[in-house]
């Protein structure tokens, strides 16, 4: 693929267009271009550019990147740019642009390789995020700073990790003496998940935040600020410091820290998905972090199930699980919502406490999250629950439109068949070398229409469309599930069949050429009807026959029927490491 190096001014045309007063031009679907097709679907912008013609088709949400590829193209861009062309992989970063009220920033992913040796780039505008994250930061640094007051005690623990002295007030409604000659463990929460405890550190530490007991029995959040002393050999003599009870403005503060852990939550689950390639992984990744998150046992991410809507509430599959136990069957109607039922609800289920919420997007329903475990679900969990939902409905609908992408990618735009490229270097290699592993036969059809071109001089190119999409549901019919068909372009057609030998694709060739009989009847002259011809060759691994020979023995069986008699089929010789 050619690189940006010396690369000429690039020409960038925005589809669909604008007319003179501004307004967007909607053009006919099958008017577009493959690339103006490509684009048009993304809600965010996107270009495809070609590096052979220096052209660009952008979407009309590309108006403001549109400036990186004018003129001299933007600096970091080419340096993307080269590096998704000259290794051909996936290359992501984050631009920034000045805009009307500042910078936006935006998040870049350039997928090479499309339509041919195209790059594809898709923007995602992530300065709202990081507005609205860095506000976040600000407001909850200035709220610390105005609540913040002091309530110290200052402390000694000697070299046997006892406590050896306390303010004479003493602390947390214990006296001095109450504390002196025991360990700060027996103070602490949790102190076994510190390592090691701030009382005993042998580096410095300053405004370190632990719960300790109180006396009465309640807990309280303490600032903790130590230092470590020695003898003059460096020998451990003890810790000093200073302890500051902040419980007071830690309570006041309770719902910033819940936002702050629903934003830990969140942003953990967001770079999990964002990390992750594969859909199903990034919602099993979400699943997992969001049971660990939540203190589940178990968490369930489903999708809506495409096309099904009965009575106007929603059905959903499972695309994820993470975690054990669980309900073996949830209640009736449990996972099911609607547009106007579209509320968390929780139930009791064989002993289980179970929570379900709808994720959504752009206020459509698009998939639940569901998560069960024994103990009761607090107000907090009821309201983490829902924003992890309404990221995970963000998650799914990133997925879809990647999923779209793929497909669109990977069919022919006519027929909904696999492409040639799809084809030839995704789905054929994968049969190969399963076929390898396995020590099975697979045969490879190459089929043609004959006379095809009198069809769309005599008819017209809707007819010949027609014989088209005609064929197109003959080999659907014809084809056992797991075998491929593909449209290799034009009135070319290729089958992959698994697990078949010489004599049983022969016969399987017959019934096809009987079946295409029935394409006659949309000849262009009765003396020259419509129908196929068939090229087969079959692939043995013992033969160690590699993939592109295989290919060149069924274009050779192809060429010769073709210049036999047409409307026949050949079986091309075995292949042989002689030749």
Not at 6 to 21: E, R, S
Not at 25 to 42: I, T, W
Not at 486 to 515: K, Y
Request: net charge negative; hydrophobic share 40%.
């Amino acid at each position: 693929m050619k690189s940006m190096t010396g690369l000429a001014p690039i020409n960038v045309t925005i589809f669909p267009p604008a007319d003179a007063q501004g307004e967007v031009v909607h053009a006919v679907s099958d008017a577009m271009s493959p690339e103006a097709l490509l684009v048009s679907g993304y809600g965010e912008a996107a270009v495809v550019l070609n590096l052979q013609t220096n052209h660009a088709i952008a979407n009309r949400h590309a108006s403001r990147v549109a400036s990186l590829f004018e003129g001299d193209v933007n600096a970091q861009l080419k340096q993307l740019i080269d590096m998704a062309a000259d290794h051909a992989k996936v290359v992501t970063a984050n631009l920034s642009l000045p805009g009307l009220s500042g910078q936006s920033i935006y998040q870049l992913n350039i997928i090479p390789k499309v339509l041919g040796e195209q790059l594809l780039f898709l923007f995602h505008d992530q300065t709202l995020d990081n507005n609205l994250r860095d506000a976040l930061i600000e407001s909850r640094q200035r709220f610390k700073d105005l609540v913040e007051v002091s309530s110290d005690f200052s402390w000694e623990v000697g070299d046997e990790g006892r406590f050896i002295f306390v303010s004479r007030t003493g602390a947390l409604g214990y006296a001095a003496d109450d504390m002196i000659g025991r360990k700060p463990e027996d103070f602490i929460v949790g102190a076994e998940e510190y390592a090691p405890i701030p009382f005993l550190s042998d580096k410095r530490i300053e405004d370190m935040e632990v719960w300790m007991y109180r006396a009465d029995g309640g807990m309280a959040c303490v600032v903790v600020s130590a230092i470590p002393f020695f003898e003059d050999d460096g020998t451990p003599l003890g810790v000093r410091g200073v302890c500051r009870d902040v419980t007071a403005e830690r309570e006041r503060a309770v719902a910033l820290a819940h936002a702050h852990q629903r934003e830990q939550v969140l942003g953990y689950i967001v770079n999990t998905i964002r990390d992750e390639i594969d859909p199903t992984d990034m919602l099993a990744a979400a699943a997992a972090a969001t049971a660990r998150a939540m203190g589940a046992s178990g968490c369930r991410v489903l999708r809506m199930t495409v096309g099904k809507e009965i009575d106007a509430r929603l059905e959903f599959e499972p695309a994820a699980e993470f975690g054990t136990g669980g309900p073996g069957q949830m209640g009736e109607g449990f996972l099911t919502f609607s547009k106007h039922d579209a509320w968390l609800r929780e139930e009791e289920i064989e002993g289980w406490r179970v929570i379900a919420a709808p994720c959504q997007h752009s206020g459509e329903i698009n998939g639940v999250i569901c998560l069960w475990k024994r103990s009761d679900w607090s107000d907090d969990d009821r309201l983490l629950v829902n924003d992890i939902s309404n990221q995970l409905g963000i998650a799914i609908e990133q997925i879809e439109n990647h999923e779209s992408i793929v497909r669109l990618s990977r069919t022919d735009a006519m027929t909904g068949l696999l492409n040639r490229r799809a084809f030839y270097d995704d789905e054929l290699p994968r049969r190969f070398h399963r076929l390898e592993r396995e020590g099975a036969s697979g045969a490879l059809f190459y089929i043609d229409m004959d006379n095809f071109k009198l069809v769309n001089d005599v008819h017209g190119h809707l007819k010949g469309d027609e014989a088209i999409m005609r064929l197109r549901d003959l080999l659907h019919d014809f084809v056992r599930p797991g075998d491929v068909i593909a449209r290799l372009g034009g009135d070319e057609f290729a089958l992959w069949l698994d697990n078949m030998d010489e004599e049983a694709a022969v016969a399987r060739s017959r019934q096809l050429l009987v079946l295409s009989e029935q394409l006659r009847e949309l000849s262009g002259d009765p003396d020259r009807p419509l129908g196929i011809s068939i090229g087969i060759a079959v692939y043995r691994p013992d033969t160690k026959e590699d993939l592109e020979s295989l290919l060149a023995r069924a274009d050779s069986a192809m060429y010769e029927v073709k210049q036999k008699s047409k409307g026949d089929c050949c079986l091309a010789a075995p292949y042989s490491l002689a030749g």
